[in-house]
């Protein structure tokens, strides 16, 4: 396609960003190019603003988690049309190492991530791989697509991949923000009971109530054990999940296990882990896994849950941002200005 877009560009260098006119991407061998519809703003393109990350490009647009439609086709691109909705997947398999080598490309040790390793969908139209591409059901809207591609497909993966969450179990989430709601929203739909949302602030522990969680309680309460204790009859938690991941958090979650139970670490820190006893993880018998993103096809079961009307996104998008405001839409991630689950840019505003 000729012609210009609008898109955010970050320059590495003087960590600077700018929304300006760039020419518009060609998609190459399975590639597409979409029209981006919408993108969130994850905490993980903070990581790169502030440094945490590291820069792989001079210059890189951000923003990977989005929904859009085709506009162009690349060669050798079957089964897609121009026209189609879609969900991209965010990462890229590098086919050189191992388990590339092997064919097990959902287990790829470099994985290319979208607005880390290639231009990402903070712009009006994005370059993505066609193999990983999950359609749009009817009645799904592309603002509750756009957040499945990371916001509920990692929160997706920590349930049902690695915590593994199934009927009857007991489950805590420590930190209910964009991630911790939706482990919440995904592990009562797998048939957890009781559901037990933990964080600090009030106006949050409510709005986890409101979302499906039996029961909520401060991180900081001195009788939180005693209060999970009673929660779930005396059993305590089979899985439960750190989506703060700081020392603090991945203790208590650790300390709460039942007999065999598992903590499933999700929220990523510079922290080192503790345990808390060693005696008693033996005697538990505990596993502490620990748990990053998730796989494409896990996008297409999400939409089949939305599609199906089995999950409820209702409240997940907490605002919308025209892409010439991105300034304004990542302060608010940053200082979580109303308690935001996601925030999405507009390219088209
Ligand atoms: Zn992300
Ligand atoms: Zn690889």
Redesign the pocket.
Known sequence: MEGTMLAQRLYTDTMTMKVEEIPIPQPGHGQVLIKVAFCGI?H?DLSLLDGNFPAQLPVITQG??CSGEIVELGAGVVGWDIGDRVIPTSGRPCFKCRQCRRGNFADCQHLQLMAFAYDGAWAQYAVVNAAGMTRVPDNVSMEHAAILA?AVATPFGAVKRTGKVSLGNAVAVWGLGGVGTHIVQLAKLAGAYPVIGIDVKDSIIERALDLGADYAFHSDDPDLLEKIKDATGGRMIDVAFDAVGIQATFKQAITSLDFEGRAVLVGLSGQEIDGGSILQFGLKRNQALGHLGYRAVDIYLLAELLHAGRLDLSRSVSGIVPLREIERGIDIVKTKEGDPIRILVDPWA
């Open positions: 994850c993980s990977h988690e990371d």
